[in-house]
């Protein structure tokens, strides 16, 4: 599976992914995962005219506030940004009378020097949601949105670039004093061939400047390295963080070269050094 996001409600956790509808599974133990239906069993008739034909809906992010589950999910073509993200909202992924409400399309990116896709969202110190999206073009952005998960006003910051702009699937999570900034760089999707890496950032603010190790700016081209490819598993990204009491747990996708380059899940342990930088344990 490609993309993963994660939750925990009562005694599982819940894993989407990309695919058709977008498939949820579930664990018990991060170990061992059942396949629990999808998201929707048709694509919401909203992309259709707005992106287009897609066979799968992309990246979903799966996040909590305000009393309801929050999915976010992107509609696009490879290597394009006629793109838009969406937005879908459940009471309870325990109970079964709840339904996933879609809610259509939050941003588009058409005609723009962005790209609609990859979305995850981050809720700042004062209980604000904000979304940050982002693949190739002008790189990462954050957008504000209201408590019910619409846009505040479409306002865009740009929170990371890079020269060649290979960034994309932008994750921020909040740890004592600063915000960290996750990202995928490189190549994505290519099997054994693939040259995605995991790297982080980090700033006071949630709005940036988020700098590296060494201070240089993701703005900039800058950021420290997470995880990169091993001998068997190659190109982890696409990544997430879950903190279960003290434990963190890095989610993401690989490729391993021992199995013709089949997609995978991953989940490795995750610390914090001295200094307040994660460091994984995969890849």
């Given at each position: 599976m490609h993309d993963?996001?994660?939750?925990?409600?009562?005694?599982?956790?819940?894993?989407?992914?990309?695919?058709?509808?977008?498939?949820?599974r579930?664990?018990?133990?991060?170990?061992?995962w059942d396949l629990a239906g999808s998201v929707f069993s048709a694509t919401p008739d909203w992309v259709?005219?707005?992106?287009?034909?897609v066979d799968a809906l992309w990246a979903p992010d799966i996040s909590y506030w305000g009393g309801l589950y929050h999915l976010y999910?992107?509609?696009?073509?490879?290597?394009?940004?006629?793109?838009?993200?969406?937005?879908?909202?459940?009471?309870?992924l325990e109970a079964p009378e709840h339904r996933w409400v879609d809610h259509g399309a939050v941003v588009c990116s058409e005609g723009t020097d962005h790209n609609a896709?990859?979305?995850?969202?981050?809720?700042?110190?004062r209980g604000t949601p904000w979304l940050v999206f982002g693949s190739f073009w002008s790189g990462l952005k954050l957008m504000q949105l209201t408590l019910a998960g619409a846009p505040v006003d479409g306002t865009l910051t740009s929170i990371a670039s890079r020269p060649s702009t290979a960034i994309e699937a932008p994750f921020v999570v909040r740890r004592g004093?600063?915000?960290y900034l996750f990202a995928s760089f490189d190549t994505c999707c290519a099997g054994s061939s693939s040259t995605y890496k995991i790297m982080v950032g980090r700033s006071q603010?949630?709005?940036?400047?988020?700098?590296?190790r060494l201070g240089n700016r993701l703005l900039d081209g800058g950021g420290s390295r997470v995880l990169s490819s091993s001998s068997r598993w190659r190109g982890p990204g696409s990544n997430g963080l879950i903190r279960d009491g003290e434990s963190w747990y890095h989610i993401y996708h690989s490729y391993d070269a021992d199995a013709d380059g089949m997609f995978a899940l991953r989940v490795a342990e995750l610390r914090w050094d001295i200094d307040g930088w994660p460091e994984s344990g995969g890849p």
């Open positions: 993963p996001s994660i939750i925990r409600a009562g005694d599982l956790y819940y894993l989407f992914s990309t695919g058709p509808g977008i498939a949820i579930t664990s018990a133990d991060l170990k061992h259709a005219s707005a992106v287009g034909d999910y992107a509609a696009s073509f490879f290597g394009t940004n006629r793109s838009c993200i969406g937005h879908a909202t459940r009471g309870s896709i990859d979305p995850s969202v981050v809720v700042d110190e004093e600063h915000y603010a949630l709005a940036g400047p988020y700098v590296d």
